[in-house]
């Protein structure tokens, strides 16, 4: 039976290890964190995403675990709406659309639905990575060193298996200009509702302050603002301290987040990027998912393009009958970026001015950009805006 190493348990990850698993191969997963990672906020099940979850016979699953969401709302200090885009807008398809899950939820259920051929090593990554004469020599962080006939990248923007066999992650990295953080929230007596909506106070010097619904009595938060460059991503400490600097004169609900953040064990903090690789496979090596594509999470379609492309790699992998002839393996990967690389592109032309969008950045932006929020939704306005959409993956996804 061939083997495969996947490396990451991710959205791409648990999607590819499951679907070679089904096709009959011998499934190896290596996650450096100690367990599944939780955490992550909404994700929605538009297009892609929802194709590929029929295919895997798991949408109905998944849509028992969505999200009670009202809509977006763009709040002053005070916490009245500047403007608001209801979940019924786009027909279902606005900025915050009809049936969102947690992705924690949407990584738990396609991990689960993994059988006895697919192998979980938490704890676990690998150090070294050498061609052997017919497939990849790998020497594991604390497993026993193996042989695979592929090893698929799927480790996130930050991958390690480019960064071994492609090039350091600043020959592929174009930082966007912004950063976030995002952790859960536990409500407590005191905690304002949010009754379902998604809300966003903005404040000038691109800071935006977040929070949208989560899983009964959690808040799901979040900070944007200006950062390429982050302190390293195990200092707690020197995380918060960046926070705390950052939004110090932001009123709203800004210190009440910037406390909970000390205690919230899903805190995460990174910048924006675009990861762009200029071929996505080396020998029997490739990469999967945001390790290869990352379009930033301001595309929106993280999630549906680690989806499709966990599809693409696998339908490849099948059409070249690589399971029984593993030399073929090459031609699958060819075939798989020919298909995939179109539809990453399009996810990485973000919408324009999408960035200045997420943090405006004076007072007259603030108020502008809430002005467009209520100018787009009106239907004789519709057709410019899906013809700006355009191109950019979201036909794809929508
Ligand atoms: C905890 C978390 C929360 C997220 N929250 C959001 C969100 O709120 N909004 C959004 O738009 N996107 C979010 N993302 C990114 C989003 O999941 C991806 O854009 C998209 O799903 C593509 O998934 P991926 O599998 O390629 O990468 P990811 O989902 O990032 O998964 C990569 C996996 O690889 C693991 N990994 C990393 N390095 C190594 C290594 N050296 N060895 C082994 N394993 C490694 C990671 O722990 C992770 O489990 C989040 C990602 C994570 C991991």
Redesign the pocket.
């Known amino acids: 039976m061939p083997r495969v190493l996947v490396?990451?348990?991710?959205?791409?990850?648990d999607t590819i290890a499951l679907m070679l698993g089904r096709a009959g191969w011998e499934v190896t997963v290596?996650?450096?964190?100690p367990g599944l990672?939780g955490?992550?906020?909404a994700v929605d099940l538009r297009g892609d995403c929802r194709e590929v979850l029929i295919r895997l016979g798991l949408l109905d699953e998944v849509r028992t675990k969505l999200l009670f969401q009202r809509g977006a709302a763009w709040v002053n200090a005070d916490g009245h709406p500047l403007a608001t885009m209801p979940v019924e807008a786009f027909d279902g398809n606005g900025y915050v659309s009809k049936e969102e899950l947690l992705?924690s939820d949407l990584s738990r259920v396609l991990h689960d639905a993994a059988g006895p051929e697919v192998t979980h090593l938490f704890g676990e990554?690998?150090e070294a990575l050498e061609d052997a004469p017919n497939g990849v020599s790998v020497r594991f962080r604390t497993a026993p060193p193996a042989e695979f006939d592929l090893v698929i990248g799927?480790?996130?923007?930050?991958?390690?298996v480019r960064r071994l066999r492609f090039g350091p992650e600043e020959s592929f990295r174009r930082p966007l200009g912004l950063a976030h953080a995002?952790f859960t929230m536990d409500e407590t007596p005191e905690t304002p509702s949010i009754d379902g909506w998604f809300l966003t106070h903005n404040t000038p010097g691109s800071r935006s302050t977040e929070v949208r619904p989560g899983h009964p009595g959690k808040q799901e938060v979040g900070f944007t603002f200006p950062a390429t460059a982050l302190p390293p991503r195990h200092d707690r400490a020197a995380q918060l301290a960046l926070l705390d600097k950052v939004f110090a004169d932001v009123g709203w609900r800004a210190p009440e987040f910037l406390v909970a953040a000390r205690s919230a064990p899903d805190f995460?903090l990174d910048t924006f990027d675009q990861i762009h690789v200029p071929t996505w496979y080396d020998g029997r090596v490739v990469l999967l998912?945001?390790?290869a594509w990352?379009a930033s999470?301001l595309s929106g379609l993280?999630?549906a393009l680690?989806l499709r492309g966990a599809a693409e790699l696998a339908d490849a992998i099948e059409a070249a009958d690589a399971l029984r002839l593993p030399h073929r393996l090459s031609d699958a990967l060819v075939a798989f970026e020919r298909e995939m690389r179109p539809r990453a592109l399009a996810a990485q032309r973000l919408f324009p001015g999408r960035v200045r969008q997420a943090a405006p950045r004076t007072e007259f932006g603030i108020h502008a950009t809430a002005w467009l929020i209520r100018q787009v939704q009106d239907p004789r306005l519709e057709k410019v805006f899906r013809r700006l959409m355009a191109g950019r993956g979201h036909e794809v996804a929508a």
């Not at 490396?7 to 990850?13: K, R």
């Open positions: 490396v990451g348990a991710g959205i791409a990850g290596a996650e450096i964190a990672r955490g992550g906020q992705r990554t690998v799927a480790d996130g923007a930050h991958s390690r995002w995460a998912g945001d390790s990352c999470p993280g999630t680690a």
